[in-house]
């Protein structure tokens, strides 16, 4: 299923969650309430990656509020 194909009324009480798998170790996850636009600000993401043994866990700048732009995600600084 595409991003274009949910139904926002059917989101009204759910998230919309999207993962990007970039490879084993390193991934990202978007999590926005009720905007299914991937170019506006309305998405809350977090970067999760693995050194070594050690998993890490960061938002963009360290903030986890809902104001990035999901198809950016690449370009953000992320911290824990």
């Not at 926002?8 to 999207?18: E, G, N």
């Not at 991937?38 to 070594?52: A, F, M, T, V």
């Amino acid at each position: 299923m595409a991003i274009s194909d949910i139904n926002i009324v059917d989101t009204a009480k759910d998230p919309i969650v999207l993962i990007d798998e970039l490879s084993s170790t390193e991934f990202y996850i978007g999590t926005s309430n009720n905007f299914k636009d991937l170019s506006k600000p309305h998405w809350r993401i977090r970067r999760i990656w693995k050194i070594g043994s050690v998993w890490h866990f960061g938002y963009p700048d360290g903030k986890q509020d809902f104001k990035y732009v999901w198809d950016n995600r690449l370009s953000y600084t992320y911290t824990m």
